[in-house]
């Protein structure tokens, strides 16, 4: 429930944005993120959610961004896409999975950081 939640508030944020998706600007390398990208002036729950969106395996980010970000139904949003409505659910599916998994170990890396910070600071 939890990743489906985040992709909502991207979904909404993106729609209601001034940028739009799919975005046409990429970060390019660590540490380059220019001023003038839409990364920073996204709240930091979102930007989390569109940097593992924009690293999914084509298919499932097709389907995840249509779903997030388009209105319509399923059925009118495969069709779109091209695809039988199986697919897209399947996709979907495995889109969200990536999703909850990333958070996931994103929410464990920040919490072993935070203990690492703690314990340096108590030596």
């Known amino acids: 429930q939890y990743a489906k939640s985040m992709l909502t508030d991207w979904g909404r944020w993106s729609r ?5 998706y799919p975005r046409q600007w990429a970060v390019a390398g ?8 839409p990364l920073l002036s996204m709240p930091t729950h979102i930007a989390l959610v569109d ?11 097709k389907v995840v961004i249509a779903h997030y970000t388009l209105t319509g139904t399923g059925r009118e949003k495969a069709m779109r896409l091209g695809m039988p409505k199986t697919t897209y659910f399947r996709w ?3 889109g ?3 999703v909850h998994i990333e958070l996931d170990y994103s929410e464990r890396c920040d919490a ?6 703690k314990m340096l600071q108590t030596c």
């Open 16 to 20: 209601a944005s001034s940028h739009g």
């Open 30 to 37: 660590c540490g380059s993120v220019r001023a003038s990208d």
């Open 51 to 61: 940097v593992i969106v924009r690293q999914m395996n084509v298919e499932p980010r």
């Open 92 to 94: 979907l599916d495995a």
């Open 96 to 98: 969200i999975w990536h």
């Open 112 to 117: 072993l950081e935070c203990m690492g910070q």
